[in-house]
């Protein structure tokens, strides 16, 4: 019996739990009483948002009791519309278990899914994978022959290859079947061992982001992806970004490092099951997976103390590609399988920029490119004359809807683009639901279109009630709103939005422009810009630029090219020769540290203006 199990036996008799039936799908899962209901969820890996941290206002962790539902909260009556109240539908961190239940989980969608749909073929490229499966026939032993069936197994594969304990045991199962079995190689050493002539083998990659976690599942035979799936990061609820979650580990030493390591595992481990279930994959098939994330995530998805990334002079444990078993850091797959992480190139420009480049190119000889992956970091990389030069900025979380006052991240009913034409504002949302929030993709449109319009000054304060838009600004200060949308539950763009976007596009852009000047180049000598990132794949290239976030370009240059980290992880998990690549283009980029560069504050100053 595994400890999981053991476990789950001892809760069950234990009166200060209780049982929460998850539908749909019909799995049970239990908690202790008097916890809320968020907090069993998320200790049991269910993916379920909730950015506000358990405080009842972003809206997001909806659940839906089948059976007796408890009162409405306060919260649920501001958050949620009295049809849905009456249907059953609470907020999750506003109730408590005490007792049984059965609940219905929304699986999210929209762009937080965006990491996991964003083309379910693989991108071509070789199939060079350095997991593999090889049919062998063992004679069986005689007296003329009586060697250990280790020595068989073995010989009949090329006489070195080392057998670990596991397959040992797998080999004692099998001695007696007809000699027929077929052996999973990597490194020059068996992982397993199985009878008949047929095994399929198989790979995940992995996108460990701050924000998000996604997981990808490929026929390592084939290429073909099986399945996808993405979930918010469990260790959000532990820092919103990386200086929060590196504090928490200074704070809480050991065990607070353990506490976010196994945080991202149970999520990463909880959309495994998902997509092997969808796939009827085996995960103990699952032989392989490359991991991408910025160097932060790296270190805490391997349990290594990040502490030293967050002060001057920002140095990590390691920048290497890391390889290690399964087992070692707890993935629910093959526990002998190979897991790897891509190189990275300093404390904040990590696998997962390496992996965009692997993925997008730099573009051909003479052509210069910019790709930026923007998020609560934004990084950057600038491509030109055979030079390839980073930086890193601390754009906040103001893209990611984190900090933006009616904010949330991009799921169903966020607003995603705003158009304003004839005194009329339009406002399209993912998924086509009611709006109920702005994320990031809508703070930089709802921008841009207000600016455009004459309702925002280019010092980003909000003008004078005009002819038409007098009627949608109410509030004063930092308090003061422009309406958005209309009915009982309308949504609004706030001043401190404005000023919480002005800042993040300034650090951005400051960025840009120290790295065209070291390099020695005007804007315009520019010839791609490409925006990575799952947040890239709803932008608009036209209000990119005339917000300032991007230099005065013309918008045709610049490409949404979306989750191109998990495109790189793909790649590299097909054709193993990528990942001694991918440190190469790690060892070759020239890293700015921005915050030793005395010109990042004048120039951050001055980007803050709307042109």
């Known amino acids: 019996m595994s400890s999981d199990e053991a476990s789950a036996q001892e809760k069950e008799g234990d009166p200060t739990s209780g049982s929460i039936e998850l539908l749909p799908g019909g799995r049970t ?63 999750a961190c506003r109730h408590v278990l005490d007792g049984d239940a059965r609940i219905e989980v929304p699986r999210a969608s929209g762009a937080l899914d965006q990491k996991a749909r964003d083309d379910k073929e ?8 350095d997991v593999r499966a090889r049919s062998i026939c063992l004679a069986r032993p005689s007296r003329d022959d009586p060697r250990p069936i280790s020595e068989r197994f073995r ?33 020059g050493e068996v992982l397993d061992a199985c009878a008949g002539h047929t095994a399929n083998i198989y790979g995940l990659a992995i996108d460990v982001g701050t924000t998000t976690l996604a997981v990808h599942l490929l026929d390592l035979a084939t290429g073909r992806q099986l399945g996808a799936a993405a979930s918010r990061n469990p260790q959000c609820r532990l820092g919103a970004d990386v200086i929060a979650r590196i504090a928490h580990v200074r704070h809480h030493g050991n065990d607070g490092l353990e506490e976010l390591h196994s945080a991202a595992i149970g999520g990463l481990n909880a959309l495994i099951e998902q997509v092997a279930g969808e796939a ?30 967050d002060r001057s002079p920002y140095v990590p444990v390691f920048r290497d590609g890391v390889r290690c078993r399964a087992q070692e850091v707890g993935l629910g797959i093959h526990p002998r399988a190979v897991v790897e992480t891509l190189a990275a190139v300093s404390a904040y420009v990590g696998a ?47 893209f990611e809807g984190a900090s933006v006052v009616e904010g949330m991240p991009a799921l169903d009913g966020a607003i995603e683009t705003v158009r304003v034409l004839g005194g009329e504002v339009d406002c399209r949302t993912i998924g086509g639901a009611p709006a109920i929030g702005l994320c990031g993709t809508g703070l930089v449109s709802a921008i841009a279109e207000l600016r455009s319009a004459g ?17 949608r600004l109410d509030g004063e200060g ?17 001043q401190s939005d404005v000023r919480e976007f002005q800042l993040a596009k300034a650090a951005v852009r400051a960025g840009i422009e120290i790295q065209l000047d070291h390099a020695g180049l005007a804007a315009q000598a520019i010839d791609r810009v490409l925006i990575g990132g799952a947040f890239s794949s709803r932008l608009s290239s036209e209000h990119l630029v005339s917000t300032g976030l ?26 193993r020769r990528l990942v001694d690549e991918a440190e190469g283009v790690a060892r070759s980029i020239e890293y700015l540290e921005l915050s030793g560069d005395e010109r990042f504050a004048d120039l951050y100053v001055g980007q803050m203006a709307l042109p």
């Open 478 to 494: 930092k308090r003061r709103r422009f309406r958005l949308t209309d009915g009982h539950a309308p949504v609004h763009l706030y």
């Open 352 to 398: 997962d920029i390496v992996a965009g480049l692997l993925a997008v190119g730099t573009g051909g000889e003479g052509e210069t490119t910019l790709f930026l992956d923007i998020g609560t970091n934004g990084e950057i990389v600038l491509t030109s004359g055979g030079r390839r030069i980073a930086c890193s900025t601390a754009a906040g979380p103001a």
């Open 550 to 575: 991007l230099p005065e370009i013309d918008p045709s240059r610049v490409r949404l090219v979306g989750n191109v980290a998990g495109q790189g992880a793909k790649r590299a998990l097909l054709d």
């Open 29 to 91: 899962i239990r908690g202790v009483l008097g916890a809320t209901i968020l907090d069993v969820l998320r200790e049991n890996g269910v993916p379920i948002e909730g950015s506000c941290g358990g405080q009842g206002i972003c809206g997001e962790c909806r659940i839906r009791f089948v059976e007796d539902p408890p009162e409405p909260t306060s919260s649920d009556v501001a958050q949620l519309g009295a049809s849905e109240i009456d249907s059953g539908w609470r907020l």
């Open 155 to 187: 010989a009949a594969l090329d006489g070195t290859a080392c057998v670990p304990l596991a397959a040992l045991r797998r080999l004692g199962e099998l001695r007696d079947g007809d000699g027929q079995l077929t052996a999973i190689e990597a490194d």
């Open 455 to 471: 309702v925002i000054e280019a010092s980003g304060r909000f003008a004078d009630g005009g002819a038409w838009w007098g009627e």
């Open 122 to 129: 693989t991108t071509e490229c070789a199939l060079h994978p």
């Open 280 to 309: 009827s994959v085996p995960r103990t098939s699952i032989c392989r997976a490359t991991v991408v994330g910025n160097p932060t995530m790296v270190h805490l998805f391997l349990c290594v103390d990040p502490r030293g990334i």
